[in-house]
Structure formats: structure tokens, C-alpha cells
């Protein structure tokens, strides 16, 4: 007689937790046949693509329209009655499934919220019966390396009531010789970072994700702060750290215009392509995030031609972690790197899918946060089980951005003398 498959899901259990703002979202903890589990809570964003997997919400008064009765019972009914019997090994069969009971482009039926918390709750039980880690299952016997860190130090944007224009100003540690020793570089940047604004009276509190909240009178004043700060740590800006800025431009404006309301004008695409041009030229920038519009292809091109030789352009709000989107970006050149974000996507088959599609273009692959974060530290071994050389979790402050930058230092102490980390290498060319 055969045996009993102990990795065939048994239940799906979805509750109401809270994240970093206080708000509702979804925990999914998936039970197997042998016993195992796995939990995961899905995060929420608040500069979202257009095109992104949708949050399923109650609306209403209660909560301010944030609840999530309907993605839970979503989960607890449709969806846990679909994956029942199915084997949480096979992930592609799982999210497949998922895909085809929501029916929708965009997750809208079911809940991007809920269908992100079960993929992964499926991969987290799948993970516990194998006896590993995430990471170790994730990564199927391929070589990984630790992810170099993306570091907020100012928030600004939507996660600081538009405080900045610029949604994230972060450093790259890529000087560093592991992943341990970045984060004490980042640590050092970040408290330094504090002083200089403390001192100038430019200190207004913490934003979202842990990062200062600043009151600077211009966007470039803060580059000139974040260069200070690298100096004040005692490190070489460009050489031991770099800067990287999401503009998260997709907030800023349409049709090609884009507003700096911080300073009172309106540029358009080429203006608005000079500006970054110039800001490469005077400062260390490694990285620029969404420098224009999820919609504005023709600004994207014009900027990738001139610059994506000397800087890595992020698609966050553009690619929307899309294979399909990643691939046509690839085909026009209109950047050379990839945000992944599973509740982006609404499932972990469809973010791998993303990631992917992005390592076959020699895009560099970024595994991220949202700004509505939880304790959960599953991206963590996303990034380093998929290898995909960076992680940006936000700042180095608050609990649950913290959990995730510990728990690389816990996978980087586990993989001892195998353990390699990425910096600079895992940069666009």
C-alpha cells in the first residue's frame, strides 16, 4: 500500500490582522495533510500602479473603508474549498488555481490581498514539511547570495505627506563585504543622517517606512543631506555607499507634465529628463526608481537612452511585477530593472514569473516591500532563495522593517563560509 501524501493541503484558515498603520489586512495559515503549516500576511502599499493586483476592501465607515471581511472570506471560502486536496509542493498548480477562481485581470474578484496571503502561507507549509527554511526551498539547490540592502533614510511622497516630492531617498551599501557588515554601514548612515537634521532643525519626525521625515526646502537639498550623511559616517559616497531615489513619478503627474509642488513648478518629460541627468551628474546615484509615469513609455525611453549605461532604472508602478510588462520594457530598453512585489502580482507563481522574466533581459532584480508592512518576513528569503541580489525593505528603524533586515543576518550567519553577498554585483551591467 502507498503511503499518505503529507504535503496535500488539509485547510486554509484566514484571519484579520494589523499592519504598520494600524489598518486591517489578511494572515492566511495553511494546514497539510502530515501536519505542517505556514502563515503569511499579505502588506498593502499606498503609491499603487494602476495595473497592480487589487486590495480587496469593505469600504464603509468602519476601519475608514480599510476592512477586509470580504478578501477573508474569499480566502476561508472559495479559495479554501479550491486548494483542498492539493499538493502545496506543486505551487504552480496552486496559483493556477487561484488565477483561474478569481477569473479577473487584476485579482479584483477574490482580493489581491487574500490570494497573495494563501500563496505564500501554501509556500511556508510546503517549506516546513521539507524540514527548511523558506530560502533553502525556494532556492532548490541553486547557488544564492545575500541581497544588498536598499536603505531608506528620507521618506517623502505618499509616505510622507508629500513632504518630498521624491517618494524614497535610500542608500546602497555597495562597498561592503557582506551583508552583516552593510547593514552597519547603513546603520551608522541613518543615525548620522538624523543628527545632521537634528542639528539644522530639518528633523519633522518618521515617515512610513522608518525614514526620517524631513522639512527640506528643496528635493535636491536632501541629496545634498544623504551625500553629508555618508561623509559624517565616516564612509566614501560612490565607493562605500551610493544613493538611490524612487520618484514614484506616476504621483506626480500625466501627460507628461510632472509637479514639483515642494518647489512650485511643472516640467515636462525632457525637462523633467535634464533635472535627473543633472542630479547624476553632481551626486553618487546608483539607482532611480519610476522616473516617470506608469503610462508616459515616451519618457521612460527618452531617459533609459540616456542614461541606463550609468544608472539602474527601476520599474515599480511601470512593470507593476509583470512578466509580460517586464519583457516589453526589455524589448524597448525603457529600463534595466525590476521591483518584485507578491502582492503586486497577487501570487508567488506570477512574482517568481516577474523575476524571471527580468534576469533573462540582464535586468538586475529587486524583492520589496510595501509601505503597509507586517512582522512577516517572508521577502526576506524570497530575495536570497530566488537570488535576486537586492533587497529594499524601507528604513532602519521600526519593528517591522527591522524583522526582515535581522532575518538576512540570520540566513547569512546559517549559510557560514557559503554565504556571498551581492553589492555591487548585482547592479545592471
Given at each position: 500500500?502507498?503511503?499518505?501524501?503529507?504535503?496535500?493541503?488539509?485547510s486554509?484558515?484566514?484571519?484579520?490582522?494589523?499592519?504598520?498603520?494600524?489598518?486591517p489586512?489578511?494572515?492566511?495559515?495553511v494546514?497539510?495533510?502530515?501536519?505542517?503549516?505556514g502563515?503569511?500576511?499579505?502588506?498593502?502599499?499606498?503609491?499603487?500602479?494602476?495595473?497592480e493586483?487589487?486590495?480587496?476592501?469593505?469600504?464603509?465607515e468602519?476601519?475608514?473603508?480599510?476592512?477586509?471581511?470580504?478578501?477573508l472570506?474569499?480566502?476561508?471560502?472559495?479559495?479554501?474549498?479550491?486548494?483542498?486536496?492539493?499538493?502545496?509542493?506543486?505551487?504552480?498548480?496552486v496559483?493556477?488555481?487561484?488565477?483561474?477562481?478569481?477569473?479577473?485581470?487584476?485579482?479584483?474578484?477574490?482580493?489581491?490581498?487574500?490570494?497573495?496571503a494563501?500563496?505564500?502561507?501554501?509556500?511556508?507549509?510546503?517549506?516546513?514539511?521539507?524540514?527548511?527554511?523558506?530560502w533553502?526551498?525556494?532556492?532548490?539547490?541553486q547557488a544564492?547570495?545575500?541581497?544588498m540592502?536598499?536603505?531608506?533614510?528620507?521618506g517623502?511622497?505618499a509616505?510622507?505627506?508629500?513632504?518630498?516630492?521624491?517618494?524614497?531617498?535610500?542608500?546602497?551599501?555597495i562597498?561592503?563585504?557582506s551583508f552583516?557588515?552593510?547593514?552597519?554601514?547603513?546603520?551608522?548612515?541613518?543615525?548620522?543622517a538624523?543628527?545632521?537634521m537634528a542639528?539644522?532643525?530639518?528633523?519633522?519626525?518618521?515617515?512610513?517606512?522608518?525614514?526620517?521625515?524631513?522639512?527640506?526646502?528643496?528635493?535636491?537639498?536632501a541629496?545634498?543631506?544623504?551625500?553629508?550623511a555618508?561623509?559624517?559616517a565616516?564612509?566614501?559616497?560612490?565607493?562605500?555607499?551610493?544613493?538611490s531615489?524612487d520618484?514614484?513619478?506616476?504621483?506626480?503627474?500625466?501627460?507628461?507634465?510632472?509637479?514639483?509642488?515642494?518647489?512650485?513648478?511643472?516640467?515636462?518629460?525632457?525637462?523633467?529628463t535634464?533635472?535627473?541627468?543633472?542630479w547624476?551628474?553632481?551626486?553618487?546615484?546608483?539607482?532611480?526608481e519610476?522616473?516617470?509615469?506608469?503610462?508616459?513609455?515616451?519618457?521612460?525611453?527618452?531617459?533609459?537612452?540616456?542614461?541606463?549605461?550609468?544608472?539602474?532604472?527601476v520599474?515599480?508602478?511601470?512593470?507593476?511585477t509583470?512578466?509580460?510588462?517586464?519583457?516589453?520594457?526589455?524589448?524597448?530598453?525603457?529600463c534595466?530593472?525590476?521591483?518584485?512585489?507578491?502582492?503586486?502580482?497577487?501570487t508567488?507563481?506570477?512574482?517568481?514569473?516577474?523575476l524571471?522574466?527580468?534576469k533573462?533581459?540582464?535586468?538586475?532584480?529587486?524583492v520589496?516591500?510595501?509601505?503597509?508592512?507586517?512582522?512577516?518576513?517572508?521577502?526576506?528569503?524570497l530575495?536570497?532563495?530566488?537570488?535576486?541580489?537586492?533587497?529594499k525593505v524601507?528604513?532602519?528603524?521600526?519593528?517591522e522593517?527591522?524583522?526582515?533586515?535581522?532575518?538576512?543576518?540570520?540566513?547569512?550567519?546559517?549559510?557560514?563560509?557559503?554565504?556571498?553577498y551581492?553589492?555591487a554585483?548585482?547592479?545592471p551591467?
Amino acid at each position: 500500500m502507498g503511503g499518505v501524501n503529507k504535503t496535500l493541503i488539509a485547510s486554509v484558515h484566514a484571519r484579520r490582522v494589523w499592519d504598520s498603520r494600524g489598518r486591517p489586512t489578511v494572515e492566511a495559515e495553511v494546514t497539510l495533510d502530515g501536519g505542517a503549516t505556514g502563515r503569511a500576511i499579505a502588506p498593502a502599499g499606498a503609491s499603487r500602479g494602476a495595473r497592480e493586483a487589487v486590495d480587496l476592501r469593505d469600504g464603509g465607515e468602519r476601519f475608514g473603508g480599510f476592512g477586509v471581511d470580504r478578501a477573508l472570506a474569499s480566502a476561508n471560502g472559495e479559495i479554501a474549498d479550491a486548494l483542498g486536496g492539493l499538493d502545496a509542493c506543486n505551487q504552480f498548480a496552486v496559483d493556477t488555481t487561484i488565477i483561474h477562481l478569481d477569473g479577473s485581470p487584476n485579482k479584483a474578484r477574490l482580493g489581491g490581498n487574500a490570494t497573495a496571503a494563501v500563496s505564500l502561507a501554501v509556500a511556508q507549509a510546503a517549506a516546513a514539511a521539507s524540514g527548511r527554511p523558506l530560502w533553502q526551498y525556494l532556492a532548490a539547490g541553486q547557488a544564492v547570495s545575500l541581497p544588498m540592502p536598499e536603505i531608506q533614510i528620507f521618506g517623502g511622497g505618499a509616505h510622507a505627506r508629500r513632504a518630498l516630492d521624491l517618494q524614497d531617498l535610500m542608500v546602497m551599501p555597495i562597498g561592503a563585504a557582506s551583508f552583516s557588515d552593510a547593514i552597519v554601514m547603513v546603520a551608522e548612515i541613518y543615525r548620522a543622517a538624523g543628527s545632521l537634521m537634528a542639528d539644522a532643525g530639518k528633523l519633522a519626525g518618521v515617515a512610513d517606512e522608518g525614514g526620517y521625515w524631513p522639512a527640506f526646502a528643496t528635493n535636491e537639498e536632501a541629496l545634498v543631506t544623504l551625500v553629508q550623511a555618508i561623509e559624517r559616517a565616516g564612509y566614501r559616497p560612490g565607493h562605500d555607499a551610493a544613493l538611490s531615489i524612487d520618484v514614484a513619478a506616476t504621483e506626480l503627474g500625466r501627460d507628461g507634465r510632472y509637479t514639483l509642488a515642494l518647489e512650485g513648478r511643472t516640467l515636462d518629460r525632457e525637462a523633467l529628463t535634464q533635472l535627473l541627468l543633472g542630479w547624476l551628474d553632481r551626486y553618487p546615484i546608483a539607482s532611480i526608481e519610476d522616473p516617470f509615469g506608469e503610462d508616459d513609455r515616451e519618457g521612460w525611453t527618452m531617459f533609459a537612452s540616456a542614461a541606463a549605461h550609468r544608472v539602474q532604472i527601476v520599474g515599480d508602478d511601470y512593470l507593476t511585477t509583470n512578466a509580460p510588462r517586464v519583457a516589453d520594457a526589455a524589448a524597448d530598453g525603457s529600463c534595466n530593472a525590476v521591483l518584485i512585489k507578491v502582492n503586486q502580482a497577487g501570487t508567488l507563481t506570477e512574482a517568481k514569473a516577474a523575476l524571471d522574466a527580468g534576469k533573462r533581459a540582464g535586468f538586475a532584480t529587486i524583492v520589496s516591500a510595501r509601505s503597509g508592512e507586517t512582522e512577516d518576513v517572508a521577502i526576506a528569503h524570497l530575495a536570497v532563495g530566488w537570488n535576486a541580489g537586492q533587497l529594499k525593505v524601507g528604513s532602519f528603524a521600526r519593528g517591522e522593517r527591522m524583522a526582515k533586515w535581522n532575518e538576512v543576518l540570520r540566513i547569512e550567519e546559517a549559510l557560514g563560509g557559503a554565504a556571498h553577498y551581492a553589492g555591487a554585483s548585482a547592479l545592471p551591467g
